[in-house]
């Protein structure tokens, strides 16, 4: 069955540290740039970080410095610090169409196959 998982998500006060997880099953993320989505009830999804195969990361205006992308292995991570309230959202992993991401990389469709999402909540 392909599939992709994220891990990680829950309750945590504003100021805080979550860290997300993303690892897939029946594909691989091997040659391929990973990008974290979220979206909140009546938003857009919105392009929050991506992370190229080769290394590159980029990341949306909102998330800039206090966010991190990183690879270990077959998994890829989303450390969230300085957390908001809103950044209260559900948080999708998606496996880039290729090795890069490109410049369109906040676009949902430059992604081929999507998690279900794990939720996160931060309170104030």
């Known amino acids: 069955q392909v599939q992709v998982v994220e891990s990680g998500g829950g309750l945590v006060q504003a100021g805080g540290s979550l860290r997300l997880s993303c690892t897939a099953s029946?594909?691989?993320?091997?040659?391929?740039?990973v990008g974290w989505f979220r979206q909140a009830p009546g938003k857009e999804r919105e392009g929050v970080s991506c992370?190229?195969?080769?290394?590159p990361t980029y990341y949306g205006d909102s998330v800039k410095g206090r966010f991190i992308i990183s690879r270990d292995g077959a998994t890829v991570h989303l450390r969230m610090n300085s957390l908001k309230p809103e950044d209260t959202a559900t948080y999708y992993c998606?496996?880039?169409?290729?090795?890069?991401?490109?410049?369109?990389?906040?676009?949902?469709?430059?992604?081929?196959?999507w998690g279900q999402g794990t939720q996160v909540t931060i309170s104030s």
């Open positions: 998606a496996r880039a169409f290729g090795m890069t991401c490109s410049g369109s990389w906040s676009q949902p469709n430059q992604y081929d196959y």
């Open positions: 029946g594909l691989t993320f091997n040659s391929h740039g």
């Open positions: 992370i190229s195969w080769t290394g």
